[in-house]
Structures are given as structure tokens and as C-alpha cells.
């Protein structure tokens, strides 16, 4: 996990409307290089700046990811268990912890690159992969791989592997741990805490 909080800064939104009709490829692409840009110019965001970190996150890379099918892969089995108000809850909490997640892997940039791999996809395609590789001075190349997924607002990430481990896979162990001990409402407590606890930190930051 520790590559996907170094190299999470991939996915920022370029303008709504127009992301809606690219391909997941050039879409992964192209609001790469414009998240890039945008924190290489903010030396409030290099500087550590969690809560700028959050509020670009809010704004430009959320209409990017599926959030309710991300939460349902990293619940699993236990999913079904949860009521439509539990199910709810949870895909907020993912959300904040996701969305905290990668704010502060925005202010650990240190100049990383980028190289993205051909994607093998047919027109009628509904899921495809997008691969890439991302260069970190001083430090080996790694593999990071977006899984989208085709809706009727465009092509949406829900899932990431680094290294070719899993983002949903990796969190699905620890949930499965916590709705053992205490349940769906137990897994929701325990992502209240943790997301409690990162919204004071940053306010102490501040």
C-alpha cells in the first residue's frame, strides 16, 4: 500500500463533460499530466498542505472513481448482509479514507513520471485495464494498473493494483477481520475512527 500512497496522484479530472467521452487510456493519461502540472506549480501542496491536498482531491478526481463499486468489491460476501442504509455508510467512509488517502500522497510528490502501456481493448468493451509504469528517482520503477469500468457518465476507476497487488483485495482482508469482530456496523465505526482521526490531524497541520 505504501506505492499506492506514493503514486496515487495519477487520476485528475480534466473538464467533466469532455473526460466523459474519452477512452479510459487517454482519459488515465490525460489527467495524469495535468495533476502533475498542477502540483508541480503549488509549493502549498509540496509543502504539505493537507488540507489544499483534499480540497483539489474533492474537486477534480472523485468524478473519476466508483466509489459504491469499489466499497462492494472490498466488503465482498458481507455486502449482501448490509442494509441499503449500512451499504450506504460504508461507500461514504471508503470514499473519506480513499480521498485522504491520496491527499497525502499529493503533498509526498517528489517528482515521479509516468510511462503508460498500449491498451488492447474492442469497441465493445465495458472493463478494460490501463497500465503503466511509474518512474521514482532513486528508487525502482512500479506497476500500477487502473481498472475502469464503462457507465453512462463515462469510464470510472474501480480498482487499482500496484505491483500487481490488488486496492480492493488488500482492504477486503482487513474489513472481512473487522465484520468478524463487530460486524458491518463494527467496519463502519472502525472507518468513522479512522477518518476522525486523519480530519484532526490535518486540522492540527493547519
Known amino acids: 500500500m505504501k506505492h499506492f500512497l506514493a503514486v496515487l496522484f495519477g487520476l485528475v479530472a480534466t473538464l467533466g463533460a469532455a473526460a466523459q467521452g474519452l477512452a479510459p487510456d487517454a482519459l488515465v493519461k490525460g489527467v495524469t499530466n495535468d495533476v502533475l502540472e498542477i502540483v508541480r506549480k503549488d509549493k502549498d501542496i509540496q509543502a ?10 474533492e474537486a477534480k478526481v472523485l468524478p473519476h472513481f466508483d466509489f459504491a463499486h469499489m466499497t462492494r468489491l472490498a466488503v465482498g460476501k458481507a455486502w449482501r448482509q448490509a442494509s441499503p442504509a449500512q451499504q450506504q455508510a460504508l461507500t461514504d467512509e471508503f470514499r473519506t479514507l480513499l480521498v485522504r488517502t491520496y491527499s497525502k500522497a499529493l503533498t509526498e510528490y517528489r517528482n515521479q513520471t509516468i510511462d503508460f502501456k498500449p491498451v488492447k481493448m474492442q469497441p465493445a468493451d465495458t472493463d478494460v485495464v490501463v497500465r503503466t509504469l511509474v518512474q521514482q528517482p532513486g528508487s525502482k520503477p512500479v506497476e500500477i494498473d487502473y481498472s475502469l469500468d464503462k457507465t453512462d457518465q463515462g469510464w470510472k476507476v474501480y480498482d487499482i493494483a500496484v505491483a500487481a497487488v490488488s486496492l480492493v483485495t488488500n ?9 468478524s469482530a463487530g460486524g458491518i456496523d463494527g467496519l463502519i465505526g472502525t ?5 476522525g482521526s486523519s480530519e484532526a490531524a490535518v486540522a492540527r497541520k493547519q
Open 191 to 195: 472507518l468513522r475512527t479512522k477518518n
Open 48 to 57: 504539505g498542505n493537507t488540507r489544499k491536498a483534499v480540497e483539489l482531491a
Open 171 to 179: 482492504y477486503r482482508s482487513s474489513f472481512a477481520q473487522e465484520i
